[in-house]
């Protein structure tokens, strides 16, 4: 493996790969011993990495029964969902002012390529997209431990593994956002948190995409 950057860096994004191609899908157990041979490295950056994605979810470190990738039941998709439309929303309040015609024009040519990248089932590129629509506010906020929060979180509902989307539900999500940009414009910070906590990132309001997303993905969902 190349040394330009940190070993466990390394195997963590080995693990980022075999969980977003779903190689490691929800339920599967990590054998430390055959990855260990197999990336011919020794146990403790193996081990580093897995402590960093046990922290962030992804899975959990058996004591003397090994390591298995989680699943995600519903009720932890809930909790997700209110932690961020809570941390969105209260940080789209914080920057508010800081919102300009520069960052109002990318959301706005960033929901412009979304709507492209559906059409052409470009699901990758419209993911992205996406992570960069909210980031054009997320990244004026001075709180670093809150942005480091949330990309995990997102990483946890999309990523592992990689899932194919909902073009109803995805059209929903450019509407929302849409109306996000028009409150902005209006000076309307209330309505524009509100469309961020209430409805973009509110469980109930998506809940049956949400069981037909994770369900179409072979995705068990337990309450």
Same mark, same amino acid.
């Given at each position: 493996m190349s040394n330009q950057i940190s070993l466990r860096e390394q195997?963590?994004?080995?693990?980022w790969q075999q969980m977003q191609s779903g190689m490691l899908a929800p339920g599967a157990a990590i054998n430390m011993n055959e990855i260990s041979k197999k990336l011919g490295i020794s146990k403790t950056p193996l081990r580093d990495a897995l402590i960093q994605l046990e922290t962030e979810g992804f899975v959990t470190i058996l004591p003397r029964r090994g390591i298995v990738v989680n699943k995600l039941p519903l009720h932890e998709i809930k909790s997700f969902y209110e932690i961020l439309g809570a941390l969105e929303s209260a940080a789209l309040l914080s920057v508010f002012d800081k919102i300009k015609n520069n960052q109002i024009e990318q959301m706005e040519d960033l929901n412009a390529e979304q709507i492209k990248a559906l059409t052409n089932r470009e699901y990758e590129h419209y993911y992205r997209l996406n992570l960069a629509f909210h980031d054009?506010?997320? /990244?004026?906020?001075?709180?670093?431990? !809150?942005?480091?929060?949330?990309?995990?979180?997102? $990483?946890?509902?999309?990523?592992?593994?990689?899932?194919?989307?909902?073009?109803?539900?995805?059209?929903? /999500?450019?509407?929302?956002?849409?109306? !996000?940009?028009?409150?902005?414009?209006?000076?309307? $910070?209330?309505?524009?948190?509100?469309?961020?906590?209430?409805e973009h990132w509110n469980f109930d309001y998506h809940q049956k995409y949400l069981k037909k997303f994770y369900t179409l993905n072979n995705e068990a969902l337990k309450k």
């Open positions: 195997v963590y994004h080995f693990f054009v506010f997320l /990244n004026l906020s001075d709180n670093d431990i !809150l942005k480091k929060i949330l990309m995990p979180i997102k $990483r946890r509902l999309y990523d592992f593994p990689r899932r194919d989307y909902l073009i109803e539900w995805e059209m929903i /999500n450019i509407d929302e956002h849409n109306r !996000l940009i028009t409150c902005i414009k209006k000076g309307n $910070r209330l309505g524009a948190a509100s469309i961020i906590k209430d």
